[in-house]
């Protein structure tokens, strides 16, 4: 398994005017991702060395830690990145995952499911090397791509797929669905349709923690934030407004990218500016991280800490996990603009087929133990399935419940009843 870390630096601004002799014309070089076959469209900008010597970061890389440990494995097969409970942890996680989303697909073809539906197979390293560090008074803020978030944090499979189904078991009573997980319990705080929609929400739970501890004197309170989003997603404004405020404030946040390369059908390559993602967590004073996303073990190491840093109060960090995903955007997408090539590469590289390789060449675990934790999943999924089947329907008035809009003269009507119990309230429109 190769991984790419790239240690923390700085860039210097520059003017884009044609007349500066650091702007080169465009020439194709390799991709800097591991297996994208475009390359980057734009002009690229020269590194002008004296630029470079005059102004480097003082920020230490989260990645040489990594590299560190990874040598010292090299050299000693005894210095193993995790226990054999530990392993078997996270197989379990990823197994759990991409087992709810294939039946996830399964379930949403033969009818049981409504609106949009984004898989996350071939991301699972990203969800579980990061969220299985957590504690559960931790937070986690997703996208719409977030059942396994949701899963990993340890909202049971029952909840979700109930969710999913629309039934009042549901995490969210059945009034998310697909795109809206949550769970106060498990602090999960939300997925969110809007993209970068999340990440106001994930630095305000982060600035929560900050206030408890430090104005409400809560001692103990350590809680971390780990906000989750897309490459697409950090060339939206919220992304740096937010690692600004998270910067400033030293908030206990963890911003991890989950570069997989497209945005619906936009290649990474062909809509940034400098693809490399990671850098623009230096440029506002925290690390950055450039971290092989197919490898939970490698995620696991930058994410510990990444999460270390930020119970001691040390501030944020930006990981950039470098990942794919295996099914097109959605179930609707027939993920027709994918080069095969590049799908092929990744293919080869399955987290989950990766971290069992791992494990039983380095005899932490055999193949019995991997097929009864496969087993045991497959029944997790299918008793998921089952619940969510034979639970009931919300109620139609449930429908204005926890809605911000006044729902007087809406959802309302002048003799105080709710519009919607009124047999007439759906006529003419779409099936409510
Ligand atoms: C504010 C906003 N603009 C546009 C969209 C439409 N949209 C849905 S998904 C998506 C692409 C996001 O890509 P990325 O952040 O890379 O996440 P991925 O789907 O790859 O996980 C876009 C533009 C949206 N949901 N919200
Ligand atoms: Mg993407």
């Keep these: 398994m190769s991984c790419s870390f790239s240690a923390v630096n700085s860039i210097q601004p520059r003017s884009l005017s044609t007349d500066n002799p650091s702007i080169t014309p465009f020439k194709p070089t390799p991709s800097p991702f591991l297996g994208s076959t475009l390359k980057p469209r734009f002009n690229s900008l020269k590194k ?6 005059r102004r480097r970061s003082s920020i230490v890389a989260v990645s040489d830690v990594v590299k560190e440990k990874s040598l010292n494995f090299k050299s000693s097969p005894s210095n193993l990145l995790i226990t054999k409970e530990e392993g078997l942890v996270l197989y379990e996680d990823m197994v759990l995952g991409r087992a709810f989303e294939d039946m996830c697909a399964q379930m949403y073809y033969r009818g049981k499911m409504f609106g ?3 898989l996350y197979n071939g991301q699972e390293a990203v969800s579980t090397g990061c969220i299985k560090l957590l504690k559960q008074e931790d937070s986690v803020v997703s996208t719409y791509r977030d059942h396994v978030h949701s899963l ?3 909202v ?21 669905g697909s795109m809206h997980m949550f769970s106060k319990e498990f602090n999960v705080l939300g997925g969110f349709a809007f993209i970068g929609e999340g990440i106001p929400v994930a630095t305000g739970a982060a600035f929560t923690s900050r206030y408890k501890r430090e104005v409400l004197k809560e001692a103990d309170c350590d809680h971390v934030t780990m906000a989750f989003f897309g490459d697409g997603t950090c060339n939206n404004g919220q992304f740096f407004e937010c690692l600004n405020m998270a ?7 963890i911003f991890v990218v989950e570069n997989n390369l497209w945005a619906i059908g936009m290649s990474h390559l062909r809509a940034t500016s400098d693809p490399a993602i990671w850098k623009k967590g230096p440029a ?9 996303g197919m490898d939970v073990l490698k995620v696991r190491e930058v994410a510990k800490e990444a999460v270390e840093r930020a119970r001691r109060g040390e501030g944020p960090t930006l990981i950039e996990c470098e990942t794919y995903r295996f099914r097109g955007h959605s179930l609707a997408d027939p993920d027709e603009l994918r080069d095969p090539a590049e799908k092929a590469h990744y293919a080869t590289r399955d987290p989950i087929t990766a971290l069992k390789k791992y494990m039983i060449e380095n005899k932490l675990a055999s193949e019995a133990e991997f097929k009864a934790i496969d087993k045991k999943i497959d029944e997790v999924v299918e008793d998921a399935v089952e619940f969510a089947d034979a639970s009931p329907h919300p109620g139609r008035s449930q429908l204005l419940e926890n809605v911000f809009a006044d729902p007087k003269g809406f959802g309302i009507g002048p003799d105080g009843k709710y519009r919607c119990e009124d047999p007439k309230f759906t006529e003419g429109t779409a099936h409510v």
């Design 156 to 176: 049971p499979a029952r909840q979700v797929m109930s969710e999913l189904f629309g039934k009042t078991t549901g995490c969210v009573r059945g009034q998310g």
């Design 48 to 53: 002008s060395p004296s630029a470079s010597t």
């Design 152 to 154: 990993s944090k340890g």
């Design 116 to 118: 949009f539906v984004h």
């Design 247 to 253: 910067a400033l404030w030293k908030l206990p946040i």
């Design 284 to 292: 506002f004073g925290m690390p950055g991280v450039h971290v092989d």
